[in-house]
């Protein structure tokens, strides 16, 4: 079997099915048929059960699935090698971070980092789920917990505050305030399978594992507190930017992140990786919705 056969078998596998192989694959889903049917054939041996619309590997397709990631990591670690010593400051910087990051810090300052290096092209992928830096689905990632694989490298960028924040209809007098505690509802925070808002939800106070209204989207969250009135936990960098949006208490104690900015350890002296590196640690500094609110306590 050549690598084309391996890499096909595990995306369908990855994809548990032919679409999702086929559009990873950039080809058709009849390709993908014809061509899983012939390795099956060629060998006599099914490599997936069909399942109604799944495709699960058999006994001998696990065992061609896990040859297939082998080979993948060892490519992968081939390509890290020839980028990690590149020293142009071009091509394609591929990054990744939560919605939040992406659309409350990197869109305040990106436009800076491309009159700096007009020459890279710049691909955000933005979102709450983790992509990975083994398999160079993203180069550089900007996450809200501290690096824990030993393959990364990074730097703290951050300290991320949290408050609670409500809709702006109270007046803000501590009777209004008051009143609106005693008839608020607080929407609370979910998180799927490898989404990195899990840490997050963790350290949540326990009121908002008992909400009656939560979303997996601290934006979402934040847009439904200023439609109902209701009280929300938000990082500050998103909670002082969104208009409409009332600081109740801020910061909170116990709720403080990191901000990190992460790559893979073959990556990290690229040219483009340490200019990139250099920039979003300059614009935290000068960020000031990075910074502890001035509020001190409850308002």
Partial sequence: MEWDDYRLLLSIARNRGLPGAAAELGVSVSTV??????????????????????????EIGLELVHVAESIETE?????????????QLS???????????????????????????PQLRIEILSGNSVFSLENQTADIALRPVRPMD???VGRKVATLHWGRYRGAAHDGTPEGIERARDQEEIIGLSSGAGSILGALVDRAPPELSDSFLRSNSLVTNAAMAQASMSTVLLPCILGECWSGLRC??????????????????????????????DF??????????LRAPDKGGIL
């Fill in 75 to 87: 490519i992968h670690r081939g390509e890290r090698a020839i980028s990690g010593k590149d020293q």
């Fill in 33 to 58: 048929f014809r061509r899983l049917e012939k390795i099956e054939s060629d060998r006599a041996q099914r490599i997936f059960h069909r399942a109604r619309q799944d495709y699960v590997p058999t």
């Fill in 91 to 117: 091509g394609t910087l591929w990054v990744t971070a939560s919605e939040v990051i992406s659309t409350f810090f990197l869109a305040r300052h990106i436009a800076d980092f491309r009159r700096m290096h």
């Fill in 248 to 277: 109740v208490e801020a910061p909170i104690p116990d709720m403080a992140g990191e901000l990190w900015i992460v790559c893979h350890e073959d990556m990290h002296r690229t040219a483009r990786i340490r200019a990139f590196f």
């Fill in 280 to 289: 979003v640690i300059g614009a935290a500094r000068s960020n000031p919705f």
């Fill in 150 to 152: 030993p393959n990364l």
